[in-house]
Nanobody
Framework: QVELTESGGGQVQAGDSLRLSCVVSGLPVINYHMGWFRQAPGKEREFVAASSRPGGRTYYAQSVEGRFTISRDNAKKMVFLQMNSLKPEDTAVYYC??????????????????WGQGTQVTVSS
């Protein structure tokens, strides 16, 4: 059984930093792209960042480019999202996910197979 478990969310002030973690069980993450998505109230789930298998390339949404950094530890089966200079518009539930799809589709949420339960990030101004 595949399980993804996120942690590290919380409530912070604008300009602060948070580091999200996701631990994966039940599959060899080295064979999968690892990614982060987020969903704000009343909005669709959106792509945030991804790390291609086994970890050579990274991809970011324009809205977080330069502020967020995705990294992975294949041996520990973990993926991380370092979030700096947080803004109120970053407030959302953040989900980690795994995918074996083509890189051309890496920003599409429907191409990601396994998902965590999400962790809430709230940024106040």
């Amino acid at each position: 059984q595949v399980e993804l478990t996120e942690s590290g969310g919380g409530q912070v002030q604008a300009g602060d930093s948070l580091r999200l973690s996701c631990v994966v069980s039940g599959l060899p993450v080295i064979n999968y792209h690892m990614g982060w998505f987020r969903q704000a109230p009343g909005k669709e789930r959106e792509f945030v960042a991804a790390s291609s298998r086994p970890g050579g390339r990274t991809y970011y949404a324009q809205s977080v480019e330069g502020r967020f950094t995705i990294s992975r530890d294949n041996a520990k089966k973990m993926v991380f999202l370092q979030m700096n200079s947080l803004k109120p518009e970053d407030t959302a539930v953040y989900y980690c996910a795994t995918s074996a799809a083509a890189l051309s589709a890496i920003r599409r949420s429907d191409m990601w197979r396994y998902w965590g339960q999400g962790t809430q990030v709230t940024v106040s101004s």
